[in-house]
């Protein structure tokens, strides 16, 4: 077998302990675990003595009692049972846009704004609307200065990726441009590429129209030229959080399962991170299954074949070699990865029971912070191997 | 294993539609289905619809275009094809057939003006997508024979399915005649018949089984057909029975251990026994959750459910382990009947 390359480690509790570290952000793909390993950073920072808040997207119902979150308010509130200054919160994604419309336009125009039926669909239902409230809020978190450190889970997706791209989506959708040219091309349109497809375009506009129906696009009309009075507003502070993102005080922790798929999504992430120029703290290879004695998965599998009489004995060999391939199975795919990502620091956290309350967390926070590779002597670890 | 196996009924559906909760492998297993059902000769159509090109992962072959393409053989000489829809792509599609858009309509698509368009009526989306798998489920040759025996979905994950299946609601966002009006009404009556089954893939834990249960009473709600439960990454159980509620607990017999394993010649310090005996009872702890998980999917649904099982394959999944899994899925009665000429 050739060398494998050992990726540098990610130090968890420097990371929590630095006042220099403002804002983590923890992404991955869908069922990977970011909200407990969120609330698990969150919990640890607080109990390490930093003012820490934690905003939640979506959390298991368990998860959301451990930390106190039974109500939607949509505002950070004190976990009492935890041992620092620890505040939660669960991103309520209509009310944050409801908040943010009334901030940003007079009373009679929020007025309208709200009471839009197409409104109703956007602010509920539009793909991206979660990433971009999710964004919003940490915005406001952060102009608050009540926090040390703000930990932020983001919405599920398939990709992680769509943290990063939805509020640009949306506010190209909110820009106006397009609606307007599909109500007026004629007004919008005469220049450059439209006078080109002209003609198509109002041969589109009329299509859709009758696909999607005249109201709803007048809806939608309405909605827009309401909206772009405050949009100035709008998309600066999209850009203000964005440029949070890329401050020094932020860190992006990328959470994946031992997985392929996984880790293929936090590989594009990574790559995605470093275009964009932002502060990438390390990986969490989430729910590992390391082998706990050492002792050769054929080796514990011949002995299980020739036991006779000892049943115990013989369930303890085979489900013990039945781990050692999957943690070496997990390790490959680690390796391929940082082969990848040589300089990607990465931390393991080996899997859990499900978490019901602020222990579990704590149990989290613990593995997140453990050094796995100090804890196998080298002597075992070659043992292992054989 | 106690499954409940494929009901007769299940075999008469030509749509199957495979849900799950994120990371329980729905693509998996929606794609072992599709080598499952073509088995002995027949024709299957296997189709995503999310973008994420997850067919083309799974067999290891270049990006998939807005095209049917032959990716498997299956087992006894029949085919599986492949077709990733695109959303946009099929709204064009429409827009050349009924409205004639000429090349207008690449130059639209290249402006976000197909995008906008799909994106401002969220229903319009699923229509389109619903729209043309039900064209590849109707679609018949020149002798009246459907091309496709069956046509295997890989949907949207359990949050979203109910919503994405649930065209007489996305409806509503669109006009009330018209091209894709008519589909829209051909898609729900196909969904709401016994053509249809909506599969759901779920591991024996907590979560994914809760998000099972709530599935399948949000479809029953929406007038559709639950089809079979899937537990898939099932691990085997080493532990006997009755050893598995002690050892979860922590008791384990350490003495025990180590003198089984010193009559196997085994002679392991006290603490390589401490972590073969921590080992025990992280898989007892397991097993114990996957048997609960698995009491659950027996006693809650107010009507029992068909129930497969698939094994977690530790190699993980490559093409030759598809195959490995298609032939579970046949052994316990997976299987499509042949379709009458219309």
Redesign the interface.
């Known amino acids: 077998m050739s060398p494998t390359k050992v990726a540098p480690r990610l130090d968890v509790d420097e990371l929590l302990d630095d006042p220099e570290t403002k804002v983590i952000v923890c992404c991955g793909s869908g069922g990977v675990g970011k909200t407990t390993t969120s609330a698990a950073l969150a919990v640890r920072a607080a109990e390490r003595g930093r003012r820490a808040v934690v905003l939640t997207i979506d959390p298991a119902k368990r998860l959301a009692q451990a930390l106190g979150l039974e109500q939607l308010d949509n505002a950070p509130g004190k976990v009492e049972a935890a041992g620092g200054d620890l505040h939660a919160m669960m991103l309520d994604m209509r009310r944050t846009f409801d908040e943010m419309v009334q901030a940003h336009a007079e009373p009679d125009r929020a007025e309208k704004i709200l009471s839009n039926p197409f409104y109703q669909t956007i602010s509920s239902s539009f793909s991206g609307t979660q990433e971009y409230m999710a964004m919003e809020k940490l915005g406001q978190l952060a102009a608050t200065g009540e926090w040390d450190l703000i930990v932020v889970d983001t919405p599920p997706s398939r990709s992680a990726l769509d943290f990063l791209d939805a509020p640009q989506r949306m506010s190209t959708f909110l820009d106006g441009r397009m609606i307007r040219l599909l109500t007026a091309p004629a007004r919008a349109g005469g220049r450059g590429l439209l006078k080109i497809v002209g003609a198509g375009f109002s041969l589109f506009a009329k299509a859709v129209s009758t696909i999607i129906g005249g109201q709803l696009l007048a809806d939608a009309s309405a909605f827009v030229q309401a909206f772009d009075t405050m949009f100035g507003g709008f998309r600066e502070r999209a850009n203000a959080t964005y440029q949070l993102l890329r401050s020094p005080g932020t860190a992006f922790v990328v959470v994946a399962a031992p997985e392929p798929d996984a880790l293929r999504e936090a590989a594009y992430f990574v790559d995605r991170l470093s275009e964009e120029e932002m502060p990438l703290a390390g990986l969490v290879l989430n729910r590992t299954h390391p082998a706990l004695a050492p002792l050769s998965a054929a080796k514990a599998r011949d002995a299980a074949d020739g036991l006779r009489g000892a049943p115990l004995a013989a369930a303890v060999l085979r489900l013990h070699a039945d781990r050692v391939d999957l943690a070496e199975r997990e390790e490959r795919l680690l390796a391929r990865f940082t082969s990848a990502h040589p300089t990607v620091a990465v931390t393991e956290v080996p899997v859990v029971a499900e978490v019901a309350d602020l222990d579990g967390l704590r149990e989290i926070g613990e593995r997140l912070a453990t050094d796995r590779a100090a804890t196998l002597t080298p002597e075992r670890k070659l043992r292992s191997a054989r | 294993m106690t499954t409940t196996d494929w009901p007769a009924a299940l075999s008469e559906a030509r749509l199957h539609v495979v849900s799950g ?4 492998g729905k693509t998996t297993v929606a794609a072992a289905l599709a080598l499952a059902l073509a088995s002995g000769g027949r024709r299957t159509l296997l189709v995503e619809v ?1 973008g ?1 090109q997850g067919i083309a ?1 799974l067999f290891d072959t270049p990006p998939l275009p807005y095209e049917e393409r032959k990716i498997a053989v299956a087992p006894g000489g029949g085919e599986v094809r492949a077709l990733a829809v695109d959303a946009e792509a099929a709204l064009l599609e ?2 050349e057939l ?2 004639r ?5 690449r ?2 698509r290249r ?3 197909i995008e ?2 799909t ?4 229903g ?1 989306r699923d229509v389109l997508l619903t729209g043309k798998v039900k064209e590849c489920v109707t679609r018949k040759d020149r002798d009246g024979r459907p091309v496709y025996d069956a046509v295997v979905l890989d949907a949207p ?1 359990t ?1 979203r399915v109910v919503n994405f299946l649930d065209v007489t609601a996305a409806m509503a ?4 005649s ?1 091209p ?1 009006h008519t589909q829209a009404k051909g898609v729900v009556q196909l969904l709401h018949s016994p053509l249809t089954a909506v599969h759901l893939v779920t591991l024996l ?3 994914p089984v809760t998000e099972t249960l709530e599935t399948v009473d949000e479809l029953v709600a929406a007038g559709m057909r639950p089809g079979a439960v899937i537990a898939n990454q099932v ?2 159980q ?3 029975d009755r ?1 598995v509620a002690a050892a979860a607990g922590g008791r ?2 350490a003495e ?2 180590r ?3 010193a ?4 002679d ?1 310090p006290a603490d ?9 009872v ?2 007892a ?2 097993v114990h ?1 996957e048997s609960a998980a698995l009491a659950r999917l027996d006693t809650e649904p107010t009507r029992p459910l068909p129930r497969l099982e698939l094994p977690r394959l ?3 999944v490559d093409l030759g382990a598809l195959y490995e899994l298609a032939e579970e899925l046949t052994e316990q009665g997976v299987s499509v009947n042949a379709v009458p000429v219309a």
Do not use: C, N
């Not at chain 2, 390589?272 to 025990?280: H, K, N, P, Q, Y």
């Open positions: 909760k994120g990371g329980t999310e994420r992962q429409y827009f009924f409205y858009l000429g090349m207008a309509g130059t639209l402006m976000g003006a906008f368009a994106t401002l009526a969220p319009l994950p949050g966002d669109l006009a009330k018209g894709i834990e907590d979560l691990r085997p080493w532990l006997p050893s384990v017999d025990r251990v003198a089984g394993l009559s196997a010649g085994l392991l390589v026994v401490d972590g073969l005996v921590a080992e025990t992280e898989h702890q397991r959750a530790i190699e993980g």
